[in-house]
């Protein structure tokens, strides 16, 4: 059963799973990324780490992303 999040026209604290403020300011993190970040100066960097020392903890925490939680 859902938790009504307003209570006579006043906002809820509490906003639970699904909480719309953290939603918000997630997109609005990521298109402001997106609007700033240098993406081929990234993906160069990326390719030098997957590529140098820490290429191979790179490549196992990739898998291990893959994979899923632990069950």
Request: aromatic letters at 2%; proline letters at 3%.
């Amino acid at each position: 059963m859902a938790q009504n999040t307003q209570t006579k026209g006043k906002k809820s604290a509490l906003e639970g799973e699904g909480s719309y403020s953290a939603t918000r300011k997630y997109n609005e993190g990521l298109a402001k990324h997106q609007k700033q970040a240098n993406v081929d100066e990234l993906a160069k960097r990326a390719r030098k780490a997957v590529e140098g020392p820490e290429g191979g903890e790179l490549r196992r925490a990739e898998a291990q992303g893959k994979r899923g939680p632990r069950r």
